[in-house]
Every structure is written in C-alpha cells, then in structure tokens.
C-alpha cells in the first residue's frame, strides 16, 4: 500500500508540473453521455404518457359459488340460502386493469404507440399526459406477431410528439434513456447503455431485439428508448426478472422494425406482411456437409406451400436460401423479417443451393394476412378420409450406423401419428438409446420420407442410401422427417467403421 501511495503521490505531483499545458479534451460524439441527462429528459416528457386499460371478464360459474354445508336447522342455512338465491344469475363482473406507456408519434392527429399486450381485450383505454391531463383512446391497430399498437384520442390542441430515429447505426455501448410507467408510478426517466443487439428472445417470429440496462420495470411496457439526440430507436416490451423487478437486462423492438408496421397499422388498420409460402429451419453443419455447402449459414426451405410463391417460382424442399433481394441471409431468422418487410406483389431475387450449386429465382411476393385467412400454411398436409389398405407391417429393418429401424405405414399407424394418406415414406418403428438418431430428438412414429434429398417409399430403399453416402464420403446423413403433420429435416452423424466394429455386441 505504501509504494502504491508513493506512487500516486509522484504521479500527481508531474500532472500538477504539467498543468499548464492540458492535453485537448476529447470531443463527445452525438451518443456519449452528457454531464446532465436533465434538458433531454425535460425536453422529451411531455410526449411520453401513460396507459391504463380495462377488461371486464365474467364469473366462470353461472350458478354463483357453491352453498356452504351447515348442520341441519342451522339458522345459518336460511341466510346463505337467500343470499345465493340473490346472487342466482353469477358473480358480478371484475374489471382487469392493465398499466403500461406509450409515445405521441403525430401530434395533430393524436397518434399514440404502445405494445399490444398493454391494450389486449380491452374494453376502455385511457391515456394520461405529463400535464395530468386523461383523454379516452380508440384503438387504431394491433399487431400481435411484432407486439405493437397504435392508440387515437380525440383532442383540439396540439400534443407534444417526438420522433423516430434509425435503430441500425446503434452500437453496443451506446448511451439510452427510457422514459416509461412503471408500477403505476408515471413519468420516470431511466439511463443506460445499449447492451446487446439481435437478442431472440422467443417472444414472436420477428425477434430482433435491442438489449439495455436501463431500469426498465413492469409498466414500462410500450415506452420509448432514445439516444442521446432524442430520437425514439426503440420500443420498451420486455424484461427479464426472476424476481419482476429490473435486474439490468430489457428489451426494445428496434425502431427500424417497428416503423413499416406503425405505418401499416396507421394506414389499414392491420398489418400487411410478405409471405414466401415456405416452411424454413436452421442449418447445423451437418446438414450444410450433406448438401456439400462449404459452412452452415442460410435458411433451409422443409416443406413448400402448395400454390404458394416460393411454389411457383420452383423452390422445392431441401433448397438452402442464401440471400433474399440482394441481402444476404446469415441465419434463418433473418428471413422472416426480410420478407415481412418487402412490398407485397413485387418481384424479389432469391439466391439458393441446390445440388452443391448456387442458383437464383424470381419470386413474386404475396400477403402473409391473406394467406392465413386462406389457411395456406407451409408444413400443411391435407388429410383424406380414404383408408390405407394395408393393416399388416412388414419385416422392419434396422439401420445399425444410427440406431433406427424402420418399418411400411399401417392404417392404424396412420391413425396414431396422425399421418395423411399423401405422406409416403417409412414409419420408424424403434429408436435405440444413446444413438445418434435418439440424440437429433427421432422418435418412433416419425416417417423418414427423404434420405440425402431422395425418396424413399419401402424399409429396402434406406439401408443402401446410408452405405452409399458412406462410399461418397459423406460423415452424415440428411433425413426429411414427417411428424404429426409437420416436415423438418435431420441431420444424423454416420459412425466410424472401426467405432462400429468395436461396439460391444448386445
């Protein structure tokens, strides 16, 4: 400690030597934190207000709560009797409050956004402003796949609004500020930095999320996030909390997500997503070894919809999406949002693998609302009520390099694993533990319908295509898997000859 001191001690004494000449001050960039976050927060409460929502739900038992037991002549009995008897038609309705925030984003129109779960079934919403100041508020639109809803209160004067940045150019370390309700308390301001970006927090199929550290609690839902110009880069949702506290880690839907779905919800009333009509899953490095693709990265296509976009464009299932209208697609979930962004009815360029080849396709963009409305879905499969004729199983095959057997499909199979009468394929009849195929999550009742991207119609056609990827070098196998009406394609590593002969005989 005494040499640290001394140190110290020299250390200030050469800055005191040098105070006559300081060293120039670092400029401050538009982000860095200023000394006093107090003419920003004073400048942006005003357009920051408070949510409240009522719901009235209805007593789940018609006939009142059940009559107390009493002994017999008990002048108790008489009582509750009238008193159920006045209460005969159910309990009276409770009202559910909901608190949440929310901004002004057009002050002459009185537009508000919020998050749609602060607003859900809502009955009444009223919005309180910074002046105290309550307005009763319409419900413009609501989307529930981003978690976003815009709010309408009628007013003569013009309410204060702020405005939204670009969210993309944030960067990790990045000062914000969140202004929100939390707990009911009102208008509170909250600092911190930009933690993580893309956090996916399996919240919706758009998950893109901005990471922070500034306190952010229950309450806060629907709020807005700022830099440091004041600028709205992000919609307050999310928490996690063991404890539903903060702990230091919310998350905001990034404003550069958010605002075509504002727009839309402004425009129409609704939201007005692209649809490519295919089912997609993630790329391991196994499947990317198996289609011969040089790293795991891209979206693989497992099922395509019939009539569909991607249909008619000729995508097939076990085509890998690289990039979608210029713009490369890294992971799968980058493709959803990509699509969910582009103008509907116009022509996108796809790039995809096929074949150990780089191909690319026009696609033609169609409305994701509207397919759901049709009950067009990807991984759909349309049941018949014809009958398989066969009821008696055939011999089943094992296939000993990744502990399956397989087996023909019975009617009474069809039946038990809900399997339509145009699924082809084979029925895995057993699954080995501590197998390869136990480990990639293959139960019994799985159909193997594709093994390395070919057919397969009888238990014969598997054996043969494993010993053939084996011949070609291949380290793996790609299986295209039917279970209960959904398709997805597994991977399955193909043991060493020498582990193989050396495994113990059971």
Partial sequence: MRR???????????????????????????????????????????????????????????????????????????????????????????????????FVIDGDKGLIVTNNHVVKDAENVRVTFHDDSTMDAEIVGRDEKMDLAILKVKTDKK?????????????????????????????????????????????????DFIQTDASINRGNSGGPMFNMKGEVIGINTAIYSPSGGSVGIGFAIPSDMAQPVIKQLVDFGRTRRGWLGVKIQQVTPEIAESLKLNKAHGALV???????????????????????????????????????????GDKAQIGFWRDGKQKSVTVAVGELEKAEKDGLVAGEEQQDDEEDQKTTPDKAVAVDNVGLTVRAITSKDADDYRIGDDVSGVLVSKVDDNSEAAEKGILPGDVIIEVNQQPVNKPEDVAPLFTKARKDGRTSVLLLVHREGDVRFVALKLKDQKDQKDAPKK
Avoid: C, H
């Fill in 4 to 102: 640290l001191s001394s140190a110290l001690t020299s250390l200030a004494f050469a800055g005191a030597l040098l105070i006559a000449a300081p060293l120039p001050a670092r400029a401050l960039g538009p982000d860095s934190a200023p000394s006093s976050f107090a003419d920003l927060a004073e400048k942006l409460l005003p357009a920051v207000v408070n949510i409240s929502s009522t719901q009235k739900i209805t007593a789940q038992n018609d006939e009142g709560p059940d009559m107390p037991q009493f002994p017999p002549g008990s002048p108790f009995e008489e009582f509750f009797q009238q008193f159920m008897d006045r209460n005969s038609n159910g309990m009276p309705a409770v009202p559910v409050s909901s608190l949440g925030s929310g």
């Fill in 302 to 344: 497992a099922n395509v919809t019939a009539g569909g976009p991607a249909e008619k464009a000729g995508l097939q299932a076990g085509d890998i999406i690289l990039s979608f209208n210029g713009k490369d697609i890294n992971e799968m979930r980058e493709l959803p949002r990509a699509v969910a962004n582009f103008t509907i």
């Fill in 159 to 207: 309410l204060p609004s702020v405005s939204f940045g670009p969210s993309d150019p944030v960067r990790v370390g990045d000062w914000v500020l969140a202004i929100g309700n939390p707990f009911g308390l009102g208008g509170t301001v909250t600092a911190g930095i930009v933690s993580a970006r893309q956090r996916d927090i399996q919240a919706g199929p758009y998950d």
